[in-house]
């Protein structure tokens, strides 16, 4: 089923602020996974990351992602969007800052670097659990 106005409403109170989400990239044939700091917002979720790191090598390669964290798994594409202080991504950018507040600043980003970018992953598909219910959501 298409994302409704109450898988949508469970999306943004269980994402829409900073959470930690497993993301999986294709590394040839091999998967690989890591945890990363995601914030969720109509329909995709947004990390701040370093584009030569390896997953964003593997995306460059192939584009094709899984997530999961809390009760929710998906398919996705990842996509660069560029880096951080590029005038398109401000309003993005500012939503991360606020997001991701608690530990931004401390040194571990570094917005100067123009291989610092913002990481789209732009869902699919996915499954949502939440309170004994289970939602196939279709979010194309």
């Not at 993301?23 to 945890?35: E, I, M």
């Not at 560029?82 to 309003?91: K, T, W, Y």
């Amino acid at each position: 089923m298409k994302i409704t106005s109450e898988t949508a409403a469970i999306m943004n109170e269980r994402f829409g602020h900073d959470t930690l989400i497993a993301l999986a990239t294709v590394d040839g044939d091999s998967p690989a996974v890591r945890t990363v700091n995601a914030y969720y917002e109509g329909g995709a979720f947004y990390t701040v990351t370093y584009a030569l790191s390896g997953k964003m090598q593997h995306i460059a390669k192939n584009p094709k992602v899984a997530i999961c964290g809390e009760w929710f798994t998906a398919h996705g594409v990842g996509e660069s969007l560029g880096h951080i202080l590029l005038p398109e991504n401000a309003a993005t950018a500012d939503k991360l800052r606020t997001a991701f507040a608690s530990w931004y600043g401390n040194g571990h980003t570094n917005e100067a670097d123009p291989n610092t970018i913002i990481l789209r992953l732009r869902l699919t598909d996915g499954v949502l659990f939440h309170h004994g219910t289970r939602y196939e959501i279709d979010f194309t």
